[in-house]
């Protein structure tokens, strides 16, 4: 059964049917978590679900060693089912739950909302900025502000980033609720360190030695290089805006600031590392198998990425242009393009993140716990 067209009650009886099938088959043990966590499961509950396809990242390993998938009348196609079952689970949890619909046209709604951004900020941008800030040739300090005063640009930004984290961060916790581990609290205190090196080593992405399945059976170590370059440059764009606050605030000088400063360097080292990180990623998403997908996952996965590299590009746009008649505009736009992606982060790709984390610290709880309880037998 394809999975793009699938009302929430079919989906779920179909995850359940292919899940029913897996804890039966066992084949792809040790592939990643998910089948360690299936082990001598018959029941499979919405939370069950919804913190499998989390655990899931998605490797399509299981596919391709798959001896149910099509053309066999099974029918198995575990990597597409948990991809639209996490999808789901992402719009089930989202804060405030009305955001939730947003993920059924995630393309059309997100590009809409950021266009409509960036519109409107051009529009006050022109209508409130002198033509003498905005179409001069000026990189003396302070010039962005006369562009967009900084307490508009800081305000914009502030509650923008405020709004996504808001809601980020009540869905993860609504998700949590939902599915957290039945352990006690020293198993789940005990497996915050494993969890923690999980996520940030993305050792899953390993599946336990070959990699993920990017072009057919080929596997690479490409999926787990380019998240790491990419999250590598967002850290360091992070760690620019923060020289930046603290040689305004601290300092007292305004930006622009010299090629030479720590700002500008981690920007723009930190700018052409995540665009490699995210080139990559696209190269993968284009050249990857979809029939073990979830198309609007998929569409869901290259949005994000492409937005991201808007907002990078268009950062260094600003810093290449600065001394040019062009930079207040391209300013504007890159501002625009930072408030908009903050405002569609809480519907957008953005949630897998903190949403696999809560799977991963699961999964690492209930390991702690039944590790635990082992040794107490042994005892
Ligand atoms: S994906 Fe296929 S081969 Fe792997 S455990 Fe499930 S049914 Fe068995
Ligand atoms: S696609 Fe990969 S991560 Fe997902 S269930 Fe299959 S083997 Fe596990």
């Given at each position: 059964m394809s999975t793009a067209d699938t009302s929430t009650d079919e989906l779920t009886a179909e995850a359940e049917r292919v899940l029913r099938i897996c804890t039966a088959c066992m084949?792809?043990?040790?592939?990643?978590?998910v089948f360690p966590a299936i082990d001598d499961k018959h029941e499979f509950r919405l939370s069950d679900l919804n913190y499998l396809s989390n655990l899931?990242?998605?490797?399509?390993g299981c596919w391709y060693a798959c001896?149910?998938?099509?053309?066999?009348?099974?029918?198995?196609?575990l990597p597409a089912t948990l991809a639209a079952v996490r999808r789901r689970s992402y719009a089930d949890h989202?804060?405030?739950?009305?955001?939730?619909?947003?993920f059924g046209s995630p393309v059309t709604g997100i590009a809409a909302i950021v266009s409509l951004i960036v519109l409107a900020t051009l529009a006050f941008v022109l209508l409130s900025s002198p033509p003498a800030a905005l179409f001069g040739a000026d990189d003396s300090e302070g010039a962005f502000y006369r562009v967009l005063p900084w307490s508009i640009m800081a305000g914009a930004a502030g509650a923008s980033l405020l709004w996504a984290v808001a809601c980020i961060g009540l869905a993860t916790l609504r998700f949590w609720r939902t599915m957290?581990?039945?352990?006690?609290r020293g198993a789940l205190l005990r497996a915050l360190a494993p969890a923690l090196r999980d996520i940030v080593t993305l050792r899953h992405l390993g599946g336990g030695g070959p990699?993920?399945?990017?072009?057919?059976e080929r596997t690479s170590h490409h999926r787990r290089l380019f998240h790491h370059v990419m999250v590598a440059g967002f850290a360091g764009t992070a760690l620019s805006t923060v020289s930046a606050a603290i040689y305004h605030h601290a300092l007292g000088v305004a930006a622009?600031?010299?090629?030479?400063?720590l700002p500008v360097l981690l920007g723009l080292v930190g700018g052409v590392v995540m665009l490699a990180g995210i080139a990559g990623l696209l190269w993968i998403e284009h050249r990857a198998?979809?029939?073990?997908?979830?198309r609007t996952e998929v569409a869901l996965n290259v949005t994000f990425l492409i937005l991201l590299g808007l907002v990078t590009l268009s950062g260094l746009a600003v810093l290449a242009?600065?001394?040019?008649?062009?930079m207040g505009l391209l300013l504007a736009g890159h501002l625009g393009l930072v408030f908009g992606f903050f405002v569609v982060l809480p519907f957008s790709k953005a949630v897998h993140a903190p949403f696999r984390a809560a799977a991963l610290l699961r999964a690492a709880a209930e390991k702690a716990a039944a590790g635990a309880r082992s040794k107490r037998d042994r005892g």
């Open positions: 084949y792809c043990d040790g592939l990643c978590p899931c990242h998605n490797c399509r001896q149910y998938a099509p053309p066999h009348p099974f029918a198995v196609n989202l804060w405030p739950p009305v955001l939730g619909r947003a957290a581990p039945d352990v006690p990699g993920c399945n990017d072009v057919g622009p600031y010299p090629l030479a400063s198998d979809t029939e073990p997908s979830d242009f600065r001394e040019t008649p062009a």
